[in-house]
């Protein structure tokens, strides 16, 4: 028999049993295909007590969590696997075990419920299958040529002889009988999946098909893929479903997708994104299309972007800094109806073909921080991979995430190359030309503050120049990038680290209004920065403006930006950090984000100490919401001080609730002399909840 095909008799509709106890892996087998489970969207409500109902109705409510009580989807068909070469000796890197490993894997997991690999039998999968089927002509012409499907098709009744010379002839690309049916039962069930997940009935799903599509072109099968599943079902999606407007497709396979990028490079609707080794054209796909400088044409212009890596050994921290510079800016900016993604496994840790370092939590963050887009409506979909341990791992990681696992810890190396900041320092400009969120921003923090000029900007806009020049000369603190839809000079600068924050055991997030007048804020800024500095912590600034310059401030409020930046610095920054104790700061009225952060991220294993500094006029806000936790009020006592003026108005109240926090009255009016006089005792008082830093004691031991 052929490399790759299946022991026994070859049925397209009826694929053969496993059979138990087998020694060659590639004949292991997972009988019948995908089926579908139900879901329901509201839940019945049974009558009380027992009674009975003579109407024979249930009353039904809404369901409260529409989106995430839904299942991820799975599509895999074991028939995929047919797709082999005719040459049996030929061990050729897309391995028809691949998708087999990652069934497996995920059955292994207890994510699927098989007992030929899991063991244990239980009421229902915890996924939803979806059935693959055969993708029609008329759906992938939509992409292809016909003159593309009548050459596949003729591979049905090709000789042998036919086949290896197909094989020797094409670019990177194999052939046997089956491979037609294979590469359409793998677009079908791209189009099934991504299908599923625009109609709503999964929350969002992973395709487990091969053959590979992203380097297919409209007119040729290249590079392992026969028809380009991802681009054939986003056509079919937006035909299909006239909510679906825009699709973004995320690529972060090792090879570029020149298929894709052919296929769209002028089409406005769809987003192609891609992160690849490159290497100045050199690595495959050869060629300068996968350069950053190739944007898209005509009414696509724009619409293409690519991070072009250039070396291989690219790991976490290359991929996470595309992510946060590059990938999600534009792609919150654009906001998907829809998210595909061109998921080729290749640039993991381990596949040599690759050459790269990506974990299964460098994925599995990746993969985050594409939910947060399209109403979390995303499709990841198998492309390349070679190594089967590193395949079926990184889909894992993946696939839990998608069911709502957070993703693992990224390792303790995890810091972005010079290369990869220089290449994406390169790609913020070309995308400039495009994208508002790309635009550059002149940097301020190295300047000095009177070689600014007054150009009358804004008063809160001219303190935090000051700040940011400040902190930079004094500390080296640099800006860190928050993602929004509006451009404004207001927001230059608006939250700086130090440079090593990510890895150490105890960061200080200071949030504070900008301050009206200079002479406190040049003497008060840098305390906690200094004393965090010597303490050998890290240190983040967040400054919230009063008002916005250069765009329209309609529906702007400085307490609801500050639970934004808050929450935002919190689920892009510090909760992927590698620091245990973190100490929350506040000053005035921006008390109220970390007030909003407390409330609503699950971070006090982690937040040690929060200092609040309240001057006559700020509110005092409590740690409630709308859903009941006994324990926030009591833990919020115990790990606070909050100092407030002894001229507020809370001081007449007869009783302050521990919600409050633990008051300490300041014989001050204004928040900078709140913060000078209640200083000393704040530190100390942190001194005997922080344990002293590790890297510390290494210096002074």
């Avoid at 985050?368 to 995303?378: D, E, F």
């Avoid at 606070?640 to 409050?660: C, G, L, M, T, V």
Wanted: glycine share 8%.
């Amino acid at each position: 028999m052929p490399y790759g095909y299946p022991t026994g008799a070859l049925s397209r509709s009826n694929p053969p049993t496993p059979v138990p106890g087998t020694i060659n892996p590639m004949a292991l087998q997972v009988g019948g295909s995908a089926r579908n489970g139900g879901y329901r969207s509201e839940m019945d409500i049974d009558t009380p007590n027992g009674e009975s109902d003579d109407s024979h109705e249930k009353r039904v409510r809404p369901n409260p969590l529409p989106t995430s009580s839904k299942k991820t989807g799975l599509c895999y068909d074991v028939r995929m696997r047919y797709h082999a070469t005719v040459d049996t000796t030929d061990m050729h890197p897309e391995d028809p075990r691949r998708i087999f490993e990652i069934y497996k894997a995920l059955c292994v997991e207890g994510l699927v419920d098989d007992k030929e690999f899991s063991g244990v039998k239980k009421k229902d999968d915890l996924m939803h299958r979806i059935d693959a089927r055969e993708v029609t002509r008329e759906e992938a012409t939509l992409v292809h040529s016909e003159k593309h499907w009548e050459f596949l098709q003729d591979t049905e009744g090709s000789t042998t002889e036919r086949l290896h010379e197909l094989t020797r002839d094409g670019d990177s690309i194999y052939y046997n009988n089956e491979s037609f049916f294979c590469s359409k039962l793998s677009c079908g069930g791209a189009i099934e999946t991504c299908d599923a997940v625009a109609k709503g009935l999964v929350k969002n799903a992973i395709a487990v098909v091969r053959p590979p599509g992203h380097h297919a072109e409209p007119h040729k099968a290249m590079g392992f893929c026969l028809f380009n599943n991802v681009c054939v079902a986003a056509k079919v999606v937006m035909k299909n479903n006239p909510s679906i407007k825009k699709i973004l497709i995320l690529d972060w396979d090792v090879h570029h997708g020149n298929g894709t990028q052919k296929a769209f490079y002028d089409n406005p609707n769809i987003l192609y994104m891609s992160i690849h080794r490159f290497q100045g054209g050199l690595f495959y796909p050869e060629g300068p299309e996968g350069g950053l400088e190739y944007c898209g044409e005509g009414k696509g212009a724009g619409m293409n972007v690519n991070v072009p890596w250039e070396y291989g050994g690219m790991g976490d921290g290359d991929y996470v800094y595309a992510f946060q510079k590059v990938i999600m800016p534009i792609a919150m900016e654009y906001n998907p109806d829809l998210v595909i993604v061109s998921a080729g496994f290749d640039a993991a840790s381990g596949d040599t073909l690759g050459g790269c370092y990506v974990t299964p939590p460098g994925y599995a963050h990746m993969t985050h921080m594409l939910m947060s887009l399209a109403n979390g409506k995303l499709v990841i979909c198998l492309e390349g991979g070679y190594n089967l341990n590193s395949i079926s791992h990184s889909a894992v990681a993946v696939t839990k995430v998608l069911m709502g696992e957070p993703p693992g810890r990224l390792h303790e190396g995890y810091i972005a190359s010079d290369s990869a900041i220089k290449v994406i320092a390169e790609c913020i400009a070309e995308q400039s030309k495009y994208w508002r969120c790309m635009k550059p921003q002149k940097s301020l923090a190295a300047e000095t503050y009177e070689s600014t000029g007054l150009k009358a900007e804004r008063l809160n806009d001219l303190v935090r120049k000051f700040q940011a020049t400040k902190l930079y000369e004094l500390y080296g603190m640099t800006p860190l990038e928050i993602y929004r839809d509006q451009i404004s000079t207001s927001f230059t600068n608006q939250v700086m680290a130090t440079e090593d924050y990510i890895k150490k055991e105890t960061i200080v997030f200071f949030v504070h209004d900008p301050y009206v007048d200079l002479a406190p804020m040049v003497d008060q800024v840098p305390l906690y920065a200094q004393w965090a500095i010597d303490n050998d912590y890290a240190m983040i600034d967040a400054n919230i403006p009063e008002a916005l310059s250069g765009i329209d401030e309609t529906g702007y409020t400085a307490a609801k930006h500050t639970e934004e930046v808050c929450t935002y610095i919190w689920d892009n920054y510090l909760e992927i950090s590698d620091a245990q104790n973190i100490i929350l700061v506040g000053a005035g009225q921006a008390v109220v984000g970390l007030i909003h952060l407390l409330v609503h991220r699950d971070c006090r294993e982690r937040v040690k100490a929060t200092i609040s500094l309240i001057g006559e006029n700020d509110p005092l806000r409590a740690v409630s919401s709308n859903i009941a936790d006994e324990f926030l009020p009591e833990w919020y006592f115990n790990n606070s001080q909050i100092f407030i003026s002894a001229n507020h108005d809370a001081w007449e109240r007869p009783r302050i609730r521990k919600k409050f926090g633990k008051l300490e009255k300041i014989a001050a009016s204004e928040v900078h002399e709140i913060l000078r006089q209640s200083f000393p005792r704040a530190t100390e008082w942190l001194a005997d909840i922080i344990p002293p830093s590790t890297t510390t004691n290494k210096m002074t031991g």
